[in-house]
C-alpha cells in the first residue's frame, strides 16, 4: 500500500498562485509514476499533470503552460506549482500515485493509489 499526504489548498483570487504538495510512504517500489487529478462540482474527475521517475510529464491541455509539475525521488514527494488560476480551476485535487506505460506509442499513466483531496478555489 502507498499512502498520500497532500497539502497547500486554499483560496486565492484569479491570476493567483498555489503550490499543492503531496508526499508518498508506504510500498513506493511499487510505484513510478504521479500525478494530479481534479474534480468540479457537477464534472467528471480529470487528469491534471503526472510525472514520471525519470521526470517525464504530462499536462493536460487547460492547464498547459500554467501548471508545472515536479518531483523529489529522494523525499518521495510531488509538487503541482499553479499559476494563473482562473476561476474554472475551482475544484478538488487528488494527488494520485500509479504506473506509466506505453501504449501504441502514447506513454498512459494508471492510478493505483489516491489521496484524500484538497479543495482549490479561485474567485474574487
Known amino acids: 500500500q502507498v499512502q498520500l499526504v497532500e497539502s497547500g489548498g486554499g483560496l486565492v483570487q484569479p491570476g493567483g498562485s498555489l503550490r499543492l504538495s503531496c508526499a508518498a510512504s508506504?510500498?513506493?517500489?511499487?510505484?513510478?509514476?504521479m500525478g494530479w487529478y481534479r474534480q468540479a462540482p457537477g464534472k467528471q474527475r480529470e487528469l491534471v499533470a503526472f510525472i514520471t521517475i525519470g521526470g517525464y510529464s504530462n499536462y493536460d491541455d487547460s492547464v498547459k503552460g500554467r501548471f508545472t509539475i515536479s518531483r523529489d525521488n529522494a523525499k518521495n514527494t510531488v509538487y503541482l506549482q499553479m499559476d494563473s488560476l482562473k476561476p474554472e480551476d475551482t475544484a478538488v485535487y487528488y494527488c494520485t500515485a500509479g504506473k506509466s506505460r506505453y501504449y501504441s506509442g502514447t506513454l498512459r499513466y494508471t492510478v493505483d493509489y489516491w489521496g484524500q483531496g484538497t479543495q482549490v478555489t479561485v474567485s474574487s
Open positions: 508506504g510500498s513506493i517500489f511499487s510505484i513510478d509514476a
